[in-house]
């Protein structure tokens, strides 16, 4: 991308600013009279046409201002947006919730995403945390009927698996239960690769062979991602709540158009976000999406057009991988129109994965 003038910079900057905030296209005299620019409005209106050329915005039509497109957002996320950090009472009051619920693993997800969705009144998406691939902590084998068993897989990241097994020949809940304590500590701590090793040099009886083939297919399959469970939460926040409408108000002709239009672009953008978020219920996306993100540290957004997926070409996304790769761990993020405030959202999904990191460290010890 052609460096920007500082001037340019400048009337970028201001120009995404004001979009982001009023969600209406932006003339050069707003930006002038708004933010005091040092400029004329007919040298902003220059320069506003340079950055049009350099696809950095465009006018929707010809009496309209401009609003930024995926690549003004990408360059004003890269060089010109300040990134704010949470205030000190936000930070207390998440650690207190987490707190609350430190010893209940199930209850992390949904935090975690209730707190990004309320923090940033948009969607919030995540995966529960898991290891990427499965490891033996302990198994139970429960008869059922003389030739079925209910096989119970307890890992190494917490998470249970089941599976019904069909035997061979009628088995006692008594040999069940002694070959489960006779193999727990032989199977303890092995993914699949090692357990199926072992199992080349053991000779396991009909009943075990059965046993340790059905937990065999539950490690393999541990750590494909189009198994995982994804949690959305708070649909409905979408609409930025910051914003209060003035429907039934008596305002100026040129302020109620424009707030006419906001409100339009707002509801565009709530059905958008609805489909989208349905998309990734369905797991066709996110799954995917999680597979090619990479596995370093750090926040990574993805704006507009940038995503491969024509559903997701409308809205932006703030995501970020917590825990400790070949560890336990998930991505979590946000979900949001391409204008949403990229600095607030890259703050708190950072902030959110350093708390999941911390509570991991301590149950898990991913350090």
């Known amino acids: 991308m052609t460096p920007l003038s500082p001037r340019k910079q400048q009337i970028l900057r201001a120009l995404v600013e004001e979009y982001i905030h009023n969600a209406t296209p932006v003339a050069s005299e707003t930006l002038v009279r708004k933010y005091e620019l040092p400029f004329s409005s007919a040298t902003v209106r220059h320069e506003l046409a340079g950055l049009e050329e350099a696809n950095l915005i465009n006018q929707p039509h010809t009496s309209a201002g401009r609003v930024p497109t995926d690549l003004g957002y ?3 996320v890269e060089h010109l947006m300040q990134e704010s950090a949470l205030l000190l009472d936000e930070q207390r009051l998440i650690r207190h919730m987490f707190y609350q619920v ?15 969705a309320r923090l940033l009144h948009s969607a919030a ?24 068993v209910h096989l119970i897989l307890v890992l190494m990241d917490g998470s249970v698996q089941q599976q019904r097994l069909l035997l061979e020949k009628p088995t006692q809940q008594d040999e069940l239960s002694a070959i489960a304590a006779r193999l727990n500590p032989l199977f303890f701590g092995k993914n699949a690769d090692e357990l199926n090793e072992f199992l080349m040099t053991y000779e396991p ?31 409905v926040n979408i ?7 003035a429907v039934g108000l008596r305002l100026p002709p040129e302020e109620e158009r424009a707030e006419r239009i906001r409100k339009m672009i707002e509801e565009l953008e709530h059905k958008r976000l609805q489909k989208v978020m349905d998309d990734l219920e369905q797991k066709r996306i996110l799954p995917v999406l999680a597979s090619h993100l990479p596995s370093s540290d750090g926040v990574q957004v993805i704006i507009g057009g940038e995503n491969q997926w024509d559903e997701m070409k409308d809205v932006s996304l703030v995501l970020a991988r917590y825990g400790q790769q070949g560890k336990v761990g998930g991505l979590l993020g946000i979900i949001g129109p391409t204008r ?10 950072r902030y959110m994965s350093q708390v999941m990191n911390e509570l991991l460290a301590d149950a ?3 350090e």
């Open 102 to 116: 430190q010893d209940q693993l199930d209850q992390w997800v949904r935090l975690t995403a209730s707190v990004m």
């Open 205 to 235: 009886a009909p009943v075990e062979r059965i046993i340790s083939n059905g937990i065999v297919r539950i490690l393999e399959q541990h750590g494909e991602m189009e198994g995982d469970v994804f949690f959305g939460e708070d649909i």
């Open 364 to 366: 898990y010890g991913c």
């Open 125 to 148: 998406v995540m995966t529960p945390p898991r290891s990427s691939e499965g490891r033996i902590k302990h198994f139970e084998v429960l008869s059922v009927t003389d030739l079925s």
């Open 239 to 245: 609409l930025d709540q910051s914003t209060v409408s």
């Open 340 to 349: 949403m405030q990229y600095g607030r959202a890259i703050a708190v999904v």
């Open 74 to 76: 990408r360059y004003f």
